[in-house]
């Protein structure tokens, strides 16, 4: 599989009214900016834009504002395309404040990568959705001449939704645990996600969300399937680690990679029975466990 040429446009408008002003792009979570963990998930963008203002970048990083300022997400993603000089094929559309972003662009990557592959021309762009089902508008990657298109066809981008916006493109979503798509809307948003473990604990290695790396890795699923003769497309890279993340951090470390199998398990029995496979349903049956089983002794937490 190829990788897929994209710009990224961070739209980090908003007032932060309901965080007392603070600016979500510069909130910390386990010690890192909102704003940093996305940068670090789309290192291999050809062209990387932030939208908004009193907001430190890199330098090779393109800040731009929508004017008149405080025009909405619209606005501020009309403000994103015009700063790209020199457009690539795809567009990384993200809001600053995601909490654990890597992952779902990640997937989001591979998505556009086989959308590419396939030839799959009726696609205009490709939406995250969580619990309800309903795109992510702000977290999705969009081919570029159509999403240019939908901002031209609005008579005013001012103060218009993300869903006004791309509600007339050709969108698809994919499915994804919630956690995967949680972001930082109010203090008690922020303390749940600064409370996910103690300050002190070791950092984990990151899902890294550039695109050679999720071609390395699908290459290497695509030889272990083949080895034991089974379908590469039913391995959900992003979603193992959504489901492994919650049990080591929820329960127990070393059942983390016991919950990927016992979800393999899942998946292979529901193929036998000849059912519809809905990974995500079944990582969230998973999940749900974690309330009814055995605590941990406190001198093993």
């Not at 919630?178 to 990151?206: K, L, M, N, S, Y």
């Amino acid at each position: 599989m190829s990788a897929v040429e994209y710009d990224v446009v961070v739209v980090a408008g908003g007032a932060g009214s309901r965080l007392g002003g603070a600016v979500k792009a510069d909130l910390t979570v386990d010690g890192e900016r909102l704003l940093d963990r996305v940068l670090a998930a789309t290192g291999s963008a050809s062209t990387r834009v932030l939208v908004g203002r009193g907001i430190d970048a890199p330098d090779d990083v393109v800040r731009t504002l929508e004017d008149p300022p405080s025009g909405g997400p619209a606005a501020g993603t009309d403000a994103g395309l015009q700063a790209v000089t020199s457009p690539a094929r795809w567009t990384l559309l993200l809001a600053s404040d995601l909490a654990d972003p890597a992952a779902g662009i990640a997937t989001l990557l591979e998505a556009a990568a086989r959308t590419d592959e396939d030839g799959e021309d009726d696609v205009d762009g490709i939406c995250l959705a969580g619990d309800a089902e309903h795109p992510q508008w702000l977290f999705g990657i969009h081919r570029t001449a159509a999403l240019r298109g939908a901002v031209e066809s609005l008579d005013t981008v001012r103060n218009r939704s993300m869903k006004a916006l791309l509600s007339s493109l050709r969108l698809t979503t994919v499915a994804v645990d919630p956690a995967a798509v949680a972001d930082i809307d109010t203090p008690t948003d922020a303390r749940t996600w600064q409370a996910q473990r103690p300050a002190d604990a070791p950092r984990e290695p990151r899902l890294r969300g550039d695109a050679a790396t999720v071609q390395r890795w699908r290459q290497w699923v695509e030889m272990a399937c083949e080895a034991v003769e089974v379908d590469p497309d039913l391995v959900d890279v992003a979603g193992i680690h959504v489901l492994t993340k919650q049990v080591a951090h929820g329960y127990d470390r070393p059942l983390a990679p016991v919950s990927s199998y016992v979800l393999g398990l899942a998946v292979g029995a529901a193929q036998a029975r000849g059912e519809e496979v809905d990974q995500v349903a079944l990582r969230r049956a998973i999940v749900a466990t974690i309330e009814q089983a055995p605590p941990v002794p406190e001198e093993q937490s």
